[in-house]
């Protein structure tokens, strides 16, 4: 049993509440409030701490309050309490009839929707069928949670990964060792295929190669001189030419064509600068052999040598060489796609160097040789190094040209099968080859295996789901229909103009709903149809709560543990005709004495008057929600104050007055008197007497009437009357306007107390 709730703090309408001792809970429990004082709050707390739904709280979290809620109830057995955001122990045993209830399990407004009747569906079951179907529920949400998961796991496989192939065919293929094998060839098969039209007209691969140098040619032109000419006689003329500064020896070859003879028929010659005889001039003889006709050969064999390298290895033949080069890589570029080709990896811009450098290296030596045609000379190691890094370039060159050369035959295949090839079933192809590669990536594989475990794992969780649904269906067989009957008993008890017929359970995809109609003139309306005659024009709202209220009752009743159950309801009279509250009211009181404990909230005072004054008054309880400084706060509630007439009250208060007079309360004595004489003629002469009327009138009429067959009152008792008025219009506001300051004499006052009683007694 609850029996106290110690805290509330921070929730709804309450702010830091701890309520007194003094109200502390009973088997019979009555809570009144105004509404918006917390009601509702209450029984939100109560429903949190029965379903163990913090949801219900948090969402209460009072607005401005910078800590969340928190509650402590105290029960038989220790507390519970709610605090960051839990509870620290449910109590199931709670069952709560509120507005929640009947949204959850009846209707929202004037909708019946889906979920209302799933949730009814729990309610019929109770505790066992509950149980047989949250197992059943269990193994459908962990089939929803397997689809989920499916879902995942399948788009966690890549959508370009899995080609054309579902997820479920895709995890199943198996491994080709030969994989890429395939991918390749597919690949370019299809790129022949699109490209048919280029490939018929493109060309294969052309040979190029690189210039090479005649080192045998070059070394027999570096060795050559002139025999008849002495070495001593050559080394003076380049000594005397060395003395003459750059361009000597150009200077003095041509001079020698300019000798001439000295006269026509005698020896001798004449220097053509100084005009002289030259006949005695040794050095004139060695010039005759240095710039002989042979020294000439030698020089023009020098020259044409350099001109020969130049014209191999220099103008335009590098360039035609990076030509070919571009060529070859445009034709790779073209090809590759298409066919296995060897790769090509030409340094041009290294060839450039090495070839420069062996060209001007041998021309360097050429050069020096066209200085010195007399000297004999070898090609130096580094120019003949020079030489051979560049053969080196030359043998790369020609290999490749003739591996190219190799593809030609390949290519001449694939244009054949491009003309002949069907490009979509290429396409296909290639695509599932992918997807079956992509199987075995070690990024795709995990994903794959837990598809397929999950996929495994479902199929379990289905074959438990099937076995649970017929549990649960042999239960229902046998409940359902004992439901209907006590439902209607109880919509009988409530006079109801309506009954519930066909009530059973229905499967869907989401598991289990409730199915009735209403049946009203013996005629069936369905309550879920969208037009026509349905649950929302057919029952007003006292209907609703009375078909909510007999829900909640019948549920009770199939509840095998309802001696220990806590039953709370929250205003359970809402739109209720008379008669249907007073069966309210009865019910709820027959309930009190087969479960634990009854807690009634309700913002009717009427309505807990009535059932306070049918309770044990040693097991019962009043409180009441107050407005307080801050908030609500919960005091114990004098139900009996508030029961109580006004007219009860007045007569307590002139009772009361007589048997001690109290001058605090003369006045309201006083005040009290003219209307316990209103009240009295209103039940004594109801006829004469109706509601609005003035006691001065109506001993008028009395007056007119005296001795009459329709007397009202007697001579004696109209001037008796007219006394007591006269005495008690002294003190009401609308025959003396100073009734608040009219002296008031306490024997007097007495005299007229005692006879105004004496008077209201008679009849």
Known sequence: MIERIQLLRNIGQFDNVSPPPQTALTPFSLVYGENGRGKTTLAAILRSLATNKPGLLTDRHRLGAQHPPHVVISHTGGQCVF?????????????????????????????????????????????????????????????????????????????????????????????????????????????AARSADAIRQRPGFQEFGLPDFDLDAIDSVLDRSLAELEAAAAGRVRTHIARLGRGGEAWVSDGMTRIEPVSEGH???????????????ELIGHYRAYFSQAYEDLKLAIRQTGVAIRDMHAGDIPSAFERDIRTAVQAHEFWKDFAELPEIEVDTAAIARQWNAARESVLEQLRAKAAAPLDRMVLSPEVRQAVMDYRARIAEVADLSERLGAVNARLDVVKEQAQADDLAALTDDLTKLKAQKARFDPAVVPHCDAYTAEKTAKAATETLRTQARAALDQYREQIFPAYETSINEYLRRFAAS????????????????????????????????????????????????????????ASLDQDPDLANKIVVIDDPMTSLDEHRTLRTREEIMALRARVRQVIVLSHSKPFLCNLWEQSDRNVSTALRINRAAVGSEITVWDVRNDSISEHDKRHE?????????????????????????????????????????????????????????????????????????????????DTNPAWQTAAINDAELTDFAERTLLFASRR
């Open 498 to 553: 309506f009954r519930l017929g066909e009530v059973q359970s229905v499967n869907n995809r989401s598991g289990s709903s409730a199915s009735y109609c209403v049946v009203i003139n013996q005629q069936n309306v369905n309550v879920t149809s969208d037009v026509g005659p349905s649950f929302r024009n057919t029952l007003s709202a006292g209907d609703r709560n009375t078909l909510a209220l007999a829900f909640f009752f």
């Open 653 to 733: 208060l002139v009772r009361g007055y007589l048997q001690a007079a109290d001058p605090d309360k003369e006045r309201q004595v006083a005040a009290a008197l003219r209307p316990i004489l209103e009240a009295f003629m209103r039940v004594a002469y109801p006829e004469y007497f109706p509601p609005g009327t003035l006691l001065g009138p109506f001993l008028e009429w009395c007056d007119q009437r005296v001795g009459r067959n329709n007397e009202i009152l007697s001579a004696g008792d109209i001037a008796e009357l007219r006394a007591l008025l006269g005495y008690a219009n002294l003190f009401h506001h």
């Open 83 to 191: 605090q960051n955001g839990a509870w620290t122990q449910p109590r199931p045993q709670v069952a709560v009839f509120d507005d929640a209830f009947v949204s959850a399990n009846v209707c929202s407004g004037i909708e019946l929707q889906t979920s209302h009747r799933q949730n009814l569906h729990e309610l019929i079951l109770g505790a066992q069928g509950v149980a047989l179907n949250d197992a059943l529920q269990g193994h459908v949400t962990r089939i929803e949670e397997h689809n989920t998961r499916l879902r995942e796991l399948a788009d966690a496989i890549p959508a370009n990964a899995r080609g054309p192939y579902k997820v479920d065919i895709y995890c199943s293929l198996e491994q080709d060792q030969a994989i890429d094998a395939k991918i390749q060839d597919a690949e370019r098969r299809l790129a």
């Open 267 to 281: 020896d001798g010659e004449i220097c053509p600068f100084c005009a002289q005889d030259l006949g005695g001039s």
